[in-house]
C-alpha cells in the first residue's frame, strides 16, 4: 500500500521493488559475491511471480572475482577493510567518495570513534558465531548421517564390525551406536539415539 498512490487500484503501477543485504560472510556457503532471489513457484518449477520484487544478498568474501567489474571487488575489499592504503589502492571515484565521507564520521567527536568500534566489534562478533555455528552444524549433520546409515544397516542385520567397514568409520565409534541403536530397535528413533550418543561423548 506506501508504494500506492492513495484511491490507485492499478497494482500495475506498482515499482519494482528490491531488498539488498551486504553481509562481511557468505550466508548461503556457495562461495558467490551476489545470490539473488525472485519469486518462484514451489510446485511448478520455471512458473514464477514477476512481480518485479527481488532480494539479493552481497557476500564481501565471495570468489568469483571475473563475473563482477573491478569497481565493485574494490567496493567489497573496501567494505571488509576500511583504512586508507585500502580506499588508496581503487581508482573508483564512488570507493573514493564513500571513503571521504567515512573518514568524516570517524573524526566526529560525537559518533566516530565510537560508533565505528561498536560496529566492527559488531561485526566480528557475528562472524565468529556464524562461523561457530556452521563448524556445528556441520558435525551435527555429518554425525546424524552416520547414524541414519548405521540404523538402516541394523535393519538388515548387519554386526557392528561390518557397519564400521562398509561406511569406513571408526570400529569404536561404530559400536558406541549401535550399542545405544539397539536400546531403540526396531523403530530406531534417530532423534533419541544422537541425542544419547551426544551424551556418552
Request: aromatic share 10%; hydrophobic share 35%; with cysteine.
Amino acid at each position: 500500500m506506501s508504494l500506492l498512490e492513495p484511491g490507485c487500484g492499478d497494482f500495475n503501477e506498482l515499482n519494482d521493488s528490491c531488498m539488498i543485504l551486504v553481509a562481511p560472510f557468505d550466508l548461503f556457503g556457495y562461495g558467490l559475491y551476489r545470490y539473488t532471489f525472485e519469486g518462484q513457484c514451489r510446485e511448478v518449477p520455471g512458473l514464477a511471480l514477476q512481480d518485479g520484487a527481488a532480494r539479493i544478498f552481497i557476500n564481501t568474501f565471495g570468489t568469483n572475482r571475473q563475473d563482477f567489474p573491478q569497481e565493485f571487488l574494490d567496493f567489497m575489499e573496501y567494505i571488509n577493510d576500511t583504512r586508507d592504503v585500502v580506499a588508496a589502492r581503487s581508482k573508483s571515484a564512488r570507493v573514493q567518495l564513500i571513503h571521504s565521507k567515512v573518514e568524516r564520521i570517524r573524526l566526529s567527536e560525537k559518533c566516530g570513534v565510537k560508533y565505528m568500534q561498536r560496529w566492527e566489534e559488531m561485526v566480528y562478533a557475528r562472524q565468529d558465531g556464524y562461523e561457530e555455528g556452521r563448524s556445528e552444524g556441520r558435525s551435527e549433520g555429518a554425525l546424524k548421517e552416520v547414524i541414519a546409515a548405521v540404523c538402516k544397516k541394523l535393519v538388515k542385520g548387519k554386526s557392528a564390525g561390518q557397519i564400521a567397514d562398509e561406511l569406513e568409520q571408526e570400529p569404536h565409534r561404530i559400536s558406541l551406536i549401535c550399542g545405544i541403536a539397539e536400546k531403540y530397535a526396531p523403530v530406531y528413533n534417530q532423534d533419541a539415539i544422537y541425542q544419547e550418543l551426544n551424551e556418552a561423548i
